[in-house]
C-alpha cells in the first residue's frame, strides 16, 4: 500500500506541474487531484519539494537499471535523457523553479554512479586508488551533467540520441587514457 500512496501522490504532484508553476503547486492541489488526505502526504512526505526528490531518486533509478558498464553506459544516458525528454514539462518546470537544484543533484548522482562503474570496469589490472577513480568519475560528472543542464537550459530540443553519439566521439577511450594517467607504476 505504501508504494501506491507514494505513486498517487507522484502522479498527481507531476500531473499538477504540467500547467501550474513549482513554486505555486499546494499541498492541497496535490492531495484533492488524487483523493488522499494532507496527513497522508506528510506521513511520506515533508513537503512538495520532498515529493518531487522522491520522484527523481525512484524514476531516474528505475531508468537506468543496470545500464552501468562500458557496454551499456551508452544505452543508461540515453535511457536518462529521454526520461527527461517524456516528462518535459515537470523537467522544465524544476529546472525553472527556485529548487532547480532538486534536479541537478539527482543527475549528479545518478550521472555519477554510471561514470564509476564504467572507471571501476576499465581499471581492473590497473593500479589505480579509489580516490583518483573517484577524481576521474566526477570529473566525467561535471561534464555529462553539464551538457544536460545546457540541454534542459535550451529546451531540450536536440534529439537525445544525437546528444548521446556527440558524447560517445568526444571522449571514446578518454576514460581509459585518464586511469592510465593515473596508474601508479609497481617499483621493482
Not at 53 to 66: M, R
Not at 110 to 117: K, R
Amino acid at each position: 500500500m505504501t508504494q501506491i500512496t507514494k505513486n498517487a501522490l507522484a502522479d498527481s504532484l507531476k500531473k499538477q506541474m504540467q500547467i501550474t508553476p513549482l513554486a505555486k503547486i499546494t499541498i492541497n492541489d496535490i492531495v484533492n487531484e488524487c483523493g488522499l488526505t494532507r496527513r497522508t502526504l506528510y506521513y511520506y512526505f515533508h513537503d512538495v519539494y520532498d515529493l518531487l526528490e522522491w520522484i527523481y531518486i525512484t524514476e531516474l533509478k528505475e531508468v537506468l537499471g543496470k545500464n552501468r558498464t562500458c557496454q551499456t553506459w551508452k544505452k543508461g544516458f540515453l535511457e536518462v535523457l529521454n526520461y527527461l525528454l517524456q516528462n518535459k514539462k515537470m523537467v522544465l518546470n524544476t529546472y525553472n523553479s527556485l529548487d532547480r537544484d532538486i534536479l541537478e543533484n539527482h543527475l549528479y548522482s545518478e550521472i555519477f554512479n554510471i561514470i564509476l562503474e564504467v572507471v571501476n570496469e576499465l581499471s581492473k589490472g590497473l593500479i589505480v586508488s579509489e580516490e583518483d577513480k573517484n577524481y576521474v568519475a566526477k570529473f566525467y560528472k561535471i561534464l555529462f551533467t553539464g551538457i544536460i543542464i545546457d540541454w534542459i537550459k535550451n529546451n531540450m530540443d536536440e534529439d537525445t540520441e544525437e546528444l548521446v553519439n556527440n558524447f560517445d566521439k568526444i571522449i571514446n577511450g578518454d576514460i581509459y587514457r585518464a586511469l592510465l594517467k593515473y596508474e601508479k607504476k609497481e617499483v621493482i
